[in-house]
């Protein structure tokens, strides 16, 4: 485990490096020589090497790590995409409008303000109207093509409408509405996988997963702002026709902009835009002060960098000082505690904030977090509140040290150090929390999907004590349950008739419900795919298990270990007694035939049904389905408009099938 020294050492580098940055790239007045900036960067690397827990996703590190992910093709960008120059200062604002005054004297410009959209950089290309291609920024002249998935965000037309040039590159940025961010985390907390910092990075994450399916569920959305190639035709020649333009092609736009004429005008747009900003879908750091008309931006140019015509003034993280009243301990679905910030409530970016994850002990140390003092409190990303400092010179001494619980605060019994993982965890099987998170998990909708079953119900079956364990609710009987607060005959029956139902789920939901440590909905599948029923999973060798896809050393092992625990055993054959499906009746799992069997697929373009439905129709008979073209790609069934796979495959020489060729093979 890293000491807190070390763990402050990272602390103190990171915000140097961050300040550099600021002085850097904001103010282009840096401080230090690139090669002190580099021996910090070193330093801080070396660091998290050492000790990967200290690796934070926002630390800068990261920046210099982002490299384009395997697994997507490569490619260039017609016009390259630049970032752009950003400053915390109003006056530097207007030093820049003043600056692009003097490079076009005499001229009367106009300004445009948008929302600077906090999420992830994209560049569609159009031909003849059709999507044909998706790309991220990369590192501004090549990015990764992701097309497969952006095909899958509904706010992105395949198809433009109206007249539009030969060759279209839009540009703007794909974000993870709000709302749907605080779901994802919300289910991945429940699922005990890691929660995303913030929606950009929710985005990003999402953008690049290889399986397009899981993207589409997601619910990404995007918005544009900006043009890059306009080959064979005319595109408008200022900012605010674009802006007018794009939405009448069906693009999504910035929903709100403002014009104006001077620093004045300009500056009452950054007033009103930060008034309303929290209103949007999507996360808004700051305003975009762009040159209106194209033809004066031509004039400016750009640096290597960024464009001189426009500048992004960014908001102040919103932080407010309030007092910490108590630090409480929750104990997660695998037993792990985690200290939570009981706040004087306050409000902070247009929400309520009362609570904020302190994450691990060690955080609490290294800011030096006191019960009882006066915290500051940023929504870092907007989203989820974190306590970031303490105000010291508000102490009064009475202020109180935090220590870890030794003991259990749901069951009372001894916690265990995971030093591997920064965590302390209850490990006693029956303690009522976890099985309270266990239940939630076990009944998700992603899993068992017990309507009716959510948190609330789960705490009043527990409480009640007429729930010790899973395999209880399938015993459970409409008097007890009709007996319970707010439950009468209809909402009792309802209950009884989906936990009965669920005895039916098809074997992954099952494995997933039963929540191994590492055993996603996803890798659920697989498994289940593979060995057909739960028995024969359980009764495979590591070696075996860590052949499947997407299974490594650690999860073989985490599966093999859980059902050879006595308590592991005993849930499986009381679930087995209930009547659950262990997957020899789960038909839609069987193999309708092997006549696929070896070959790997990647599906392209719009087929006769969704495609989530034709890659389970080459799974059932056998074959494999992956999301990007290779040398490995046995065939390519494409549908109609199928963009860069398709090329991909021609240039490797991958055979290209269509789908009534497929179905002819499997008929
Ligand atoms: S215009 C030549 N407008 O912020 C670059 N960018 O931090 C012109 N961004 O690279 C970009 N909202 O990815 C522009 N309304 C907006 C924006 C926006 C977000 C992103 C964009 C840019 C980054 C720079």
Redesign the pocket.
Known sequence: MPSSNVSSRAGELRRQIAHHDRLYYGKAAPEITDREYDALLRELCDLEDAHPDLRTPDSPTQRVAGQPLGGFAQVRHRVP????D?TYSLEEADEFMARVERLLPGIKLRWTI?????????SLTYRKGVLELAAT?GDGATGDDVTQNVRTIRSVPLKLEGGVPEVLEI???VYLPKKKFAALNAEREKEGEALFANPRNAAAGSLKLLDSSIVARRGLSA?F??LGAVEGGTAPSSQSELLSWLKKTGLPV?PK?WEAGDEAGVRQAIAELEKIRHDFAFE?D???I?LDEFKRREQTG?TSK??RW?M?YKYEAERARTKLNSITVQVGRMGTLTPVAELEPVPIAGSRVARATLHNEEEIARKDIRVGDWVFVEKAGEVIPAVVGVDTKARTGREKKFKMPEKCPSCGSKVFRDPELTAVRCINPDCPAQIRRRLEHFAARGAMDIEGLGEAMVDQLVTAGLVQALPDIYALKAGEVSALERMGEKSTANLLSAIEGSRKQPLWRLLFGLGIMHVGAALARKLAGKYQTLDRIAAAPVDDLENTEDVGAIVAQAIHDFFRLPHNKKLVELLRGHGLNFGERDERAAPASQELAGETWVITGTLSRPRDEIAELIRRHGGAVSGSVSKKTSYVLAGEEAGSKLDKAKSLGVPVIDEATLRGRLS
């Open positions: 995409m630049q970032s752009l950003n948008e929302p600077k959209v906090d999420g992830v950089a994209l920024r540009r703007g940025e918005v702002y900006g910035v902009f808004t700051g305003a975009v762009k750009s960024a464009p426009a992004a």
